[in-house]
């Protein structure tokens, strides 16, 4: 129930096109859903995150769609670029008796091709 | 420091030594995290300290890993009599309490020959 399902596991999009990474959950207690974006040598960053009260948040080109009723999120690059190939995580937690524990997804390796 | 710093950067070690992996969280975060990552692999939770409550350490694979954090600060990863499957990056992480951004260090990767 702890898990978080990322989906696919590898990506190849043309620049220009817009990258769709999906990942999906069980636990209905999280309530904080980041993505990281990590590049090759790095640790992850966090790149955009949103909570459960709002169906969607866009900063700039990336965008989360949120559905909780299905319990799915998912992270949209539009105008997809060379310099955002990179390993993708998404991510949920929440805050247990003062605790909290961040689950991270599988991770997706993105490439765009110029 | 403006971020989070882990040391050393890389570390090869001989089978069956012993390690100690370090890290230094953004000042006046509360909460810390140590994951490993393989090869190619997603983020595996290792142990989380969150102020002075008693850590997490249901994601530590085995008895010959600890960690400690010291003062609320800075924290040490310790792994025991190394195997060869204990290869892979190990990053820390930290975040205010009650909030979720984590913020990565570089990582401290780590090679058992």
């Known amino acids: 129930q702890q898990q978080v399902k990322q989906s696919p596991q590898s990506l190849i999009v043309q620049k220009g096109g817009i990258s769709i990474i999906n990942c999906a959950y069980e636990n209905t207690a999280f309530d904080y859903f980041p993505w990281y974006q990590q590049f090759p040598g790095k640790g992850p960053a966090l790149l955009i995150a949103i909570r459960p009260d709002v169906s969607e948040k866009k900063e700039g080109r990336f965008t989360i769609s949120f559905n909780k009723s299905a319990k799915q999120f998912s992270l949209h690059i539009m105008d997809s670029q060379p310099g955002d190939s990179a390993t993708y995580f998404c991510?949920?937690?929440?805050?247990?008796?003062?605790?909290?524990?961040?689950?991270f997804g599988q991770g997706t390796r993105l490439t765009i091709n110029p | 420091g403006a971020g989070v710093s882990q040391s050393p950067s890389n570390k090869v070690t001989e089978k069956g030594k012993d390690v100690e992996l370090r890290c230094d969280p953004i000042s006046g975060h509360t909460a810390l995290y140590w994951y490993r990552q393989s090869l190619g692999q997603g983020l595996e939770f290792l142990i989380y300290f969150q102020g002075n409550s008693a850590p997490d350490k249901s994601g530590l694979p085995s008895d010959r890993f600890s960690a400690e954090r010291t003062g609320g600060s800075v924290s040490t990863l310790t792994i025991q009599r190394t195997q060869q499957e204990d290869s892979a990056v190990y990053l820390c992480?930290?975040?205010?309490?009650?909030?979720?951004?984590?913020?990565f260090g570089q990582g401290t990767r780590l090679t058992v020959v």
């Open positions: 992480a930290s975040s205010l309490e009650g909030r979720g951004e984590a913020f």
């Open positions: 991510a949920a937690s929440t805050v247990v008796q003062g605790a909290q524990k961040l689950v």
